[in-house]
């Protein structure tokens, strides 16, 4: 087994997206090579529903997938071929985007007006740029949760862990996506597709990750803002890990233990031409695609 060290860390950054809905951009303003085939993350975090209810109205997308993850709160989402549903606590949806889809995504708080979730973007290849959209709507009772003797729990939504299997299939770049929660103290080693990029991002608790062999490491810890803890970022301190190569990282919980999303993909390893929503290979591709969203003639498949 070959330990991963940690490539990079970096801190999410505020953003302000849709109809003016608050939020930590987690990636998406680099070299898209750098976590490829995954283009942007998004982690929509907020006890007050003035910052996230007008949410995110009709829009467009094309040649990519989104995830969206539910933690707190609820999502209900619509588009253009007419279909509607609603994304609840530990639900997950992967939307093939594909050729074309026009939607919207409207959060709704919980009875403390409390939303928590994240939205990934992940690329397709060029082979599958226009292929017919479709939907993979997942409550949290359908993802498998597998547990340690230790009390590690982790929710495989896609990929293969611990002898689970996800609910989410027929993904392009075969990504591994894993909710994890290691418990204070204690010492994880968690195997990944050697062919892999490999993401972590921590969102609450604090560890690090690190072996034997590395006894630095990077250390993740809670964010504080001066000399005071913000008591709304308790949970975590929305801090992305970019490992290098190797088949397996290792995670040392803190003091309080540690939770954090673990996404691993094949790099496509394409040109990307990349506008808003839409993500094609060529600008010639990415100029066609504004063309027909002007002229009535985006949507392809019905």
């Known amino acids: 087994m070959t330990f991963r060290p940690v490539a990079s860390t970096?801190?999410?950054?505020?953003?302000l997206e849709g109809a003016g809905v608050h939020l930590q951009r987690v990636f998406g303003f680099d070299d898209p090579s750098l976590t490829d085939p995954f283009l942007m993350m998004d982690d929509f975090r907020n006890d007050d529903p003035r910052l996230y209810s007008k949410g995110f109205p009709?829009?467009?997308?094309?040649?990519?997938?989104?995830?969206?993850?539910?933690?707190?709160?609820?999502?209900?989402?619509?588009?253009?071929?007419?279909?509607?549903?609603?994304?609840?606590?530990?639900?997950?949806?992967?939307?093939?985007?594909?050729?074309?889809?026009?939607?919207q995504e409207m959060p709704a708080g919980n009875a403390k007006g409390q939303m928590h979730g994240f939205q990934l973007w992940a690329n397709l290849p060029a082979s599958l740029k226009m292929t017919a959209p479709r939907y993979q709507d997942i409550t949290a009772c359908d993802i498998p949760v597998e547990g340690d003797d230790d009390g590690t729990v982790v929710k495989v939504i896609t990929g293969s862990f611990w002898g689970k299997t996800g609910p989410v299939d027929g993904i392009a770049a075969n990504p591994m996506l894993l909710d994890v929660s290691v418990p204070a103290g204690r010492r994880k080693v968690l195997p990944v597709d050697t062919r892999a990029n490999a993401l972590a991002y921590v969102f609450a608790g604090s560890g690090t990750f690190r072996d034997a062999s590395d006894p630095v490491g990077i250390k993740v810890e809670k964010e504080y803002r001066g000399t005071e803890l913000n008591i709304r970022d308790q949970t975590g301190n929305r801090t992305l890990?970019?490992?290098?190569?190797?088949?397996?990282?290792?995670?040392?919980?803190?003091?309080?233990?540690?939770?954090?999303?673990?996404?691993?993909?094949?790099?496509?390893?394409?040109?990307?031409?990349?506008?808003?929503?839409?993500?094609?290979?060529?600008?010639?591709?990415?100029?066609q695609a504004l063309l027909e969203l002007n002229n009535g003639t985006f949507i392809k498949h019905a």
């Not at 094309?62 to 639900?91: C, F, K, M, W």
């Open 10 to 15: 970096s801190r999410a950054q505020p953003a």
């Open 241 to 287: 890990v970019r490992f290098g190569s190797g088949d397996e990282i290792t995670v040392q919980a803190g003091d309080e233990g540690i939770r954090f999303l673990l996404m691993t993909g094949r790099p496509i390893q394409e040109p990307v031409a990349w506008h808003g929503p839409i993500v094609m290979n060529t600008q010639k591709e990415l100029r």
């Open 58 to 103: 009709w829009h467009p997308h094309r040649g990519i997938e989104t995830i969206t993850y539910v933690l707190d709160g609820q999502v209900e989402h619509a588009d253009s071929l007419g279909n509607r549903g609603l994304l609840g606590p530990g639900g997950v949806q992967w939307m093939t985007a594909g050729s074309g889809i026009v939607h």
